[in-house]
Structure formats: C-alpha cells, structure tokens
C-alpha cells in the first residue's frame, strides 16, 4: 500500500494530509503559515514540519511510510523564493517530494487534466495557469505596486475608502456610511475619520469585506460598484494568463517553471511536467503530470477567424490550451462569497476576448490539489479522494 501527503501551505495556516491508494483520508494537520515571504523561512519550516507530523499520527504513519509529497506553499513564487524553500524541505524526512506554489494546487483541485487558468482571491490575489505542452507561468501575486487589486485586504481599505468617499459626496448615498463605522465601533463616519486621522490609522481589518458583501446583498450601488470591479480586475488577470499561456514561445514562467533540480519520469499514463522543483533525499521523485494529447481551437466560434491570421491564431491556442479550457476559482472571496457581479465581471472580459473555458469552483480546499498531484507525479490517476472522518473540510 502507497501513501501520499499533500501539503497546503499559506500565510495564516497550514494544512497537510495523508491519503492511501483508495483516495481515503487517513489523517490531516494543521498549523501557523508557513508563507516565508511573510514569517521568514525558519517559522515556516516549523509550521510545515508541525502540520505533517500531526497528519502522520493521526494516519497511523511514519514519514517513512509517504511514498510521495507535494507541497503547495504560498511565496513559491520565483526561482529566488525556491532557492530559499528547496534547501529547507529537503531537511524533512521523506524521500520523494515536490514543491510547487500554491496556485497549481488551487488548479489541480478544478482541473482534471490540470490544465487551464486559476484565480486565487482571498487575502490577496493572484492568477496562474498550466497549458498543454507544461508551461507553467503566473500574473499577479505581488501586490498593488506590482499591478495587482482586489484580494481581501484591498476590499476592506476600499470599503472604507467608499464609506468615507460617499460621506463626503464624492460617491453616491451608501449604507456603507452607516455600516463601516458601526462595525468599527463608532457612531458615525466623522467621528471614525477623525480618529483615525489623529491616530495615523492606516490599514483597516479585514473582516470589513464582510460590511461590503452585505451591504451588496441590500443593493448598495456603492458596494456593488466595487465588487463590479474585482470581476473585471480579476477577468484581466485571467485573460492575461491564457494569452500568454498560447504565446510561442512563453516568454515568462512562474517560479516553478523556470529552474530545474531534477530529471523528469514518465509513465504511460502521464506526459512530463516541464521543469519542476523535486527533492528527494535518495532519489528524486518522477515529476510526470497528466496532460491532454489533443484539443480543439481555443477561441470560440462567435468569434470566428476573418483571416488567415487568426486562423493561425486559433490553431496555435489549440494546441496550447484546451477548449474549453478549466477555469478555476479558488480563495474565500470566489468560493463562499460567489457573488454574480464578480464572477460575471470575469465571464465577460473572458467572452469579449473570446476565449472559450469551462467555469470550476470546487467544493474542496487546496489541499486536495496537493494529493492529486502526489498521485499524478506516481503515474497513477488517483480516485476520488474520501474524507469520511472530515478531516480536511
């Protein structure tokens, strides 16, 4: 009997798991996050270690007995980020393991084929993808400076932006003038603004995104108008990924795509994946991923090809992305929030480029796109994962 553990690693906590060949959850643990870009990478290693030894008690199991590891971290950004991560994973006791960002375990948790796009909105927001030929690469990620908006934390500054901006007749009449203070503990926004200001406030919680999803449900066009423009933001992202996901050649990766510490096995079942991070502490771990062998034209058909170019166009996305593509939504705001306004904010930026995806929100967390990937790089696809016990709801 195999058993694999997956690994979920983000900025607030940790979460690994253990399951065997039948896809049963025999065990999970949780911990602090282990984010490095945030606690540095020595907490982290000790959130991570913390997680996987309690999985591996719960399992029954010895770090021996994991025939396999992927880890999914968050900060597994670029080959810098892996050349401080790699080192530390390599000093844990298993013998096979991978470690990819976090994003590729949002997809792999949609995407049968583990291919297509990925939008990531919690905390923070980010975009990936994975096409046929296994180029990995990421949009966004970094923060506002680096071209990113609409992760929790920039809800929350903009609903109280929007509290104060409507208060001072800069915006429509809005509940948020009644709401934001009410939830911060003041009577009304003047007395918030200027304590605030007499206190240098500059960040607010994040649970104020709770005030802007209520206020939506009471049809605040203040409230609404924000999260009209996380969809588009976040339809951008999406659309970048899959344009140059199909560009030839892919002129950026993301961090896991662009430095190689291993050689690459396949297997009948699987094609390679291109370039991955692997460590192993006797050998290193076949890195196979499924992949689709054939697709059909990428852009949809009420776009059509005019000319000869976008008939050339068509058959390079073809075989470049599937069609439909998986697009798959990950992170509290696109799995529980699931507002319309958002999610046909990035249904339309898709559509008026054309592209033609099938839309995914899994009911799973990411950790179980770390199991399927422990699977995959064994070269065997892996059944539906069972977590009677609820150990990883």
């Given at each position: 009997m195999r058993y694999f553990l997956g690994v979920d690693g983000g900025g607030s906590k940790t979460t690994a798991?253990?399951?065997?060949?039948?896809?049963?959850?025999?065990?999970?643990?949780?911990s602090g996050g282990s984010n490095h870009q945030i606690c540095g990478m020595e907490a982290a290693l000790v959130n991570i270690h913390g997680a996987i030894n309690s999985a591996l008690v719960r399992a029954g199991l010895q770090p021996s007995d994991i025939h396999h590891a992927v880890f999914g971290l968050a900060g597994a950004d670029?080959?810098?980020?892996?050349?401080?991560?790699?080192?530390?994973?390599?000093?844990?006791?298993?013998?096979?393991?991978?470690?990819?960002?976090?994003?590729?375990?949002?997809?792999?948790?949609g995407s049968p084929s583990n291919t297509g796009v990925v939008l990531i909105c919690g905390s923070g927001t980010s975009a990936a993808g994975r096409n046929l030929?296994?180029?990995?690469?990421?949009?966004?990620?970094?923060?506002?400076?680096?071209?990113?908006?609409?992760?929790?934390f920039d809800l929350a500054r903009e609903t109280f932006r929007m509290a104060v901006r409507s208060w001072e007749h800069r915006e429509p009449p809005s509940v948020l003038t009644r709401m934001v203070p009410e939830f911060?503990?003041?009577?009304?926004?003047?007395?918030?603004?200027?304590?605030?200001?007499?206190?240098?406030?500059?960040?607010?919680?994040?649970?104020?995104?709770?005030?802007l999803h209520d206020a939506a449900k009471m049809g605040d066009p203040v409230a609404l108008s924000v999260l009209s423009r996380l969809g588009h933001e976040l339809g951008l992202a999406a659309h970048s990924v899959a344009t140059r996901l199909t560009e030839r050649p892919i002129r950026a990766k993301?961090?896991?795509?662009?430095?190689?510490?291993?050689?690459?096995?396949?297997?009948?079942?699987?094609?390679p994946q291109t370039s991955p991070h692997v460590g192993a502490a006797s050998s290193h771990a076949q890195t196979a991923l499924s992949s689709q062998t054939s697709a059909s034209p990428q852009m949809s058909s009420e776009v059509g090809a005019a000319s000869s170019h976008e008939s050339m166009d068509a058959a390079v996305h073809s075989s470049m992305l599937p069609s439909p593509f998986d697009l798959v939504l990950i992170g509290s705001v696109l799995q529980k929030g699931r507002h319309p306004l958002v999610i046909g904010g990035i249904e339309d930026v898709l559509k008026s480029h054309g592209w033609n995806y099938s839309l995914q929100i899994p009911d799973v967390p990411p950790v179980h796109g770390a199991l399927l990937?422990?699977?995959?790089?064994?070269?065997?696809?892996?059944?539906?994962?069972?977590?009677?016990e609820g150990y990883i709801v």
């Open positions: 798991a253990v399951i065997n060949e039948q896809g049963q959850v025999l065990g999970a643990g949780r670029r080959p810098y980020d892996m050349s401080i991560i790699l080192p530390a994973i390599e000093t844990l006791p298993l013998s096979s393991w991978r470690v990819v960002g976090d994003t590729m375990i949002g997809l792999r948790s030929q296994g180029d990995e690469l990421m949009t966004g990620g970094f923060g506002y400076l680096y071209g990113d908006w609409g992760g929790g911060l503990g003041y009577q009304d926004v003047e007395t918030m603004y200027n304590d605030c200001l007499d206190h240098v406030r500059d960040d607010v919680p994040f649970d104020l995104t709770l005030v993301s961090g896991a795509g662009t430095s190689s510490q291993t050689s690459s096995q396949t297997s009948s079942q699987t094609s990937l422990a699977c995959d790089d064994a070269g065997f696809r892996a059944p539906q994962i069972v977590d009677s």
